[in-house]
């Protein structure tokens, strides 16, 4: 390989050209440096050589003013280094022989010029010192970096299951190592399963360290979400688990990635696949079109809720698609006229797929000829996108994760397996809630979660009326035509009517219907004959969807009626022994007068519909509430909520085959429904019985905790999980005795509840027992 300069004074450096000679002749002036070719090359040079597809990948330098080139006696006539220091690296040239043409350091100048008549041949002396300097500078700086990078250790951030593996803010902030006052942006990394990741995140910001794990094992070595802080260019870097992998939870995961994806600054594609395939283009234009239907809008509700200085923005991270080949040409290597990110477009175009949340998508690609991976293309990629902050600038590290655990908050749980769409990488049913009308069978359309903001099920369609569920809702039509619409429900009395006085009121006039403004607008037999139906005359009917888990809807006044029935039963039956025969005849006559339509009469009943054992005088019959047929106590004795058929929240008696196919559990509301009413009004006449037949009661020998038990309303809770006071922490003995409050249910010594204030919020209208917590509340309770 031949070297040619121009003519310069001794002690100059002079003009360099190229030494390749391929095109220009070695006439134009060296504008590269390439190591692996060994030589300097000017631009025509450059390019015709490195567009062989065996020097594509070689690392070439762009000569700056000041350049010194490396010696050329140092290596060999394959480039291959002959002579090296004693630190083992190359040596820059000293001088340049004008007659020899070459360069020379200063040991090969004493070897090769020193004698004879080469001693005689003019030199021009290289100034090496700025050179020296600024690659000495770089150096420093390179290690500095490495430096910082060497104790960076790698935390699971969020596992299979989408929990959040860090308790709170202050422990994200110390497992990343950072200053909680330090503003950062987040990387993180996309790909099938087995492309190489967490590799590629290693070599890229931690300069070859496993700060995450690395394993040639076929099982994937990433599980969940893992994080790191990068010191140097003050990101966190976020791992996540592969795509096609052999996973459980996939859906799950699946929705686990486009959180992280909300969270990030820059996202990576990584693939080592020859050519893009259509799962790379599918996979950003879902997430794309997920992100903004679902996740913008929780962006900035997270914003405003969370009273965050630093706005987060709803345009998505920019993307950078990492594309490692070997056997195939690099994207638009065939079209030198067109830009690659353009050829992507095309085909996210053709595919109807549109990336439109994505801030920017470039693509970046190497050629591996021989292992190992080239990362510096990629790393100076990812340290420009990271430079630019147009649309996303750094934030707090609290910040960070405030938005990831609004995320997980609002988009969490178990997605069911008939919900799993395999069109589309992020289908609505993942982040959408996942309850169903009972009537109609359509979706609810509001986000996951939703119930813990208050926010009531909503569907677009309209829903139809079914018997099974009653689903329709009264409201007040002379309130309708002043403007308001206010929803009325028939009930057993009116809420100015006394317990009493509203049961002897529903025996003779039947139930009510009363509005709040209004008043009462209706009586089933306000007259003899001639009652018109509530729907022609006082109230408007609409059709409401059946949601899991609500109850709402109008109710049956037999139901009602058998409620109570079912609160007196049990202080009935402590006194049967005394008149066992008369009570079973009047209370089986009684049952049937006033069971819902769907009840099998007691006078059929003549086994149990499980087991087939036939009935006895002294054997009490079991109506299951959900079924209506007549069972045994021991194949009736489990209890469940049976909303469908207005029985709820309050458990209730079912049979074994209604409770193994029970559906979704309700949970008992804060407000007074119509099981708490009857168990109420059996509570009250319980006390009533007790006060005036206390003498009776204690000569029967009955015990009070049977017949307290039986008389317990719903949100009461039970004597037997009452070991102490709720208040002072006392235990209860024979001398302290328990006292329920009437407001919040639980237990207290009678220090702690001496206090009387009325409970209507839980049908208690005139003064009853309450708690001394409870006494101070303000309002009515």
């Keep these: 390989m031949s070297a040619h300069t121009q003519t310069a004074e001794k002690g100059q450096n002079t003009t360099l050209l190229c030494q390749e000679s391929y095109v220009c002749s070695g006439t134009d002036e060296a504008i590269f440096e390439c190591d692996e070719c060994g030589s300097l090359q000017c631009q025509r040079c450059e390019e015709e050589l490195h567009q062989q597809e065996r020097l594509r990948n070689h690392e070439r330098t762009r000569i700056r003013p000041g350049h010194v080139p490396?010696?050329?006696?140092?290596?060999?006539?394959?480039?291959?280094?002959?002579?090296?220091?004693?630190?083992?690296?190359?040596?820059?040239?000293?001088?340049?022989?004008?007659?020899?043409?070459?360069?020379?350091?200063?040991?090969?100048?004493?070897?090769?010029?020193?004698?004879?008549?080469?001693?005689?041949?003019?030199?021009?002396?290289?100034?090496?010192?700025?050179?020296?300097?600024?690659?000495?500078?770089?150096?420093?700086?390179?290690?500095?970096?490495?430096?910082?990078?060497?104790?960076?250790?790698?935390?699971?951030?969020?596992?299979?299951?989408?929990?959040?593996?860090?308790?709170?803010?202050?422990?994200?902030?110390?497992?990343?190592?950072?200053?909680?006052?330090?503003?950062?942006?987040?990387?993180?990394?996309?790909?099938?399963?087995?492309?190489?990741?967490?590799?590629?995140?290693?070599?890229?910001?931690?300069?070859?360290?496993?700060?995450?794990?690395?394993?040639?094992?076929?099982?994937?070595?990433?599980?969940?979400?893992?994080?790191?802080?990068?010191?140097?260019?003050?990101?966190?870097?976020?791992?996540?688990?592969?795509?096609?992998?052999?996973?459980?939870?996939?859906?799950?995961?699946?929705?686990?990635?486009?959180?992280?994806?909300?969270?990030?600054?820059?996202?990576?594609?990584?693939?080592?696949?020859?050519?893009?395939?259509?799962d790379l283009f599918k996979f950003l234009g879902d997430a794309s079109e997920a992100y903004l239907k679902h996740f913008t809008k929780e962006l900035k509700a997270t914003t405003a809720r969370c009273g965050l200085d630093v706005p987060l923005s709803t345009l998505g991270p920019g993307v950078i698609i990492f594309h490692e080949t070997v056997y195939t040409k690099l994207l638009g290597s065939d079209h030198p006229s067109e830009v690659p990110e353009k050829l992507i477009q095309d085909r996210f175009r053709k595919l109807s797929c549109f990336p439109e949340a994505f801030s920017s998508i470039h693509y970046k690609g190497t050629r591996t000829y021989n292992p190992p991976t080239d990362f510096s293309g990629l790393r100076r990629a990812v340290e420009q996108q990271l430079e630019n902050n147009t649309t996303r600038s750094p934030r707090q590290p609290g910040v960070i994760y405030k938005a990831l655990k609004a995320l997980s908050d609002r988009f969490s749980g178990e997605i069911p397996d008939d919900q799993m769409a395999h069109s589309s990488f992020f289908p609505d049913e993942y982040f959408t809630c996942s309850s169903v009308c009972l009537s109609c069978g359509c979706g609810c359309k509001k986000s996951m979660n939703h119930a813990k903001e208050g926010v009531p099920h909503e569907s677009k369609s309209r829903c139809r009326y079914s018997h099974q569920y009653d689903n329709r809702v009264y409201t007040c039509k002379a309130c309708y035509e002043r403007g308001m619409e206010v929803s009325v429900v028939p009930k057993t009395s009116a809420s100015t009517d006394s317990p009493w006085l509203g049961l002897a009121k529903y025996a003779w006039s039947g139930y009510v219907i009363e509005c709040p403004n209004c008043g009462v607008v209706y009586r089933s037999r306000q007259y003899w004959f001639g009652n018109q139906d509530p729907v022609n005359t006082v109230v408007r009917t609409e059709i409401e969807h059946v949601w899991p888990g609500t109850d709402g809807f109008l109710k049956d006044n037999n139901n009602a009626a058998q409620r109570l029935l079912d609160g007196m039963n049990f202080m009935a039956q402590s006194v049967s022994e005394l008149s066992l025969g008369p009570t079973k005849a009047v209370t089986s006559w009684l049952t049937d007068q006033i069971a819902p339509a769907y009840w099998r009469p007691n006078s059929q009943i003549l086994s149990c519909n499980k087991c087939n054992t036939p009935f006895k005088d002294n054997d009490t019959k079991h109506h299951c509430r959900a079924c209506g047929e007549g069972f045994c106590d021991g194949r009736s004795s489990k209890t469940r909520p049976v909303p469908e058929r207005g029985w709820g929240p309050a458990p209730v008696r079912v049979c074994d085959n209604c409770y193994e196919n029970r559906g979704i559990q309700l949970d008992v509301a804060e407000l007074p429904t119509d099981e708490e009413g009857g168990t109420l009004i059996a509570r009250k006449v319980g006390e009533a019985v007790q006060n005036t037949l206390g003498a009776v009661v204690t000569a029967m020998d009955i015990p009070l905790g049977l017949v307290k038990d039986a008389a317990r309303p719903a949100y009461w809770v039970p004597d037997h999980e009452i070991l102490h006071c709720h208040n002072c922490r006392k235990e209860f003995s024979i001398k302290l005795s328990k006292h329920h409050c009437r407001a919040c249910g639980q237990g207290f010594c009678d220090e702690c509840s001496h206090d009387r204030r009325a409970v209507p919020s839980r049908g208690w209208d005139h003064p009853v027992r309450v708690c001394f917590n409870c006494n101070k509340k303000p309002g009515d309770l």
């Design 70 to 278: 490396y010696c050329d006696s140092c290596k060999g006539a394959n480039g291959n280094i002959m002579h090296t220091s004693m630190t083992g690296s190359r040596q820059r040239a000293a001088v340049r022989c004008q007659v020899c043409k070459i360069n020379l350091c200063v040991e090969c100048q004493k070897r090769t010029h020193a004698g004879g008549n080469k001693r005689k041949h003019p030199i021009t002396v290289y100034h090496a010192g700025k050179a020296q300097e600024q690659e000495e500078e770089e150096m420093d700086e390179e290690t500095r970096r490495r430096k910082m990078t060497e104790k960076v250790v790698s935390f699971l951030l969020v596992d299979e299951t989408e929990e959040i593996q860090v308790r709170n803010e202050e422990d994200f902030i110390n497992k990343l190592d950072c200053s909680p006052d330090q503003h950062l942006k987040v990387v993180s990394i996309f790909g099938n399963t087995g492309d190489g990741k967490s590799h590629t995140l290693n070599h890229t910001f931690f300069y070859g360290r496993e700060v995450f794990k690395t394993s040639p094992a076929q099982e994937s070595c990433t599980v969940g979400v893992w994080a790191a802080y990068d010191p140097v260019r003050k990101v966190v870097v976020i791992d996540t688990e592969g795509l096609l992998g052999a996973t459980v939870n996939l859906s799950q995961r699946t929705r686990l990635l486009l959180k992280v994806l909300a969270i990030s600054d820059l996202v990576i594609y990584r693939t080592r696949a020859d050519r893009l395939h259509n």
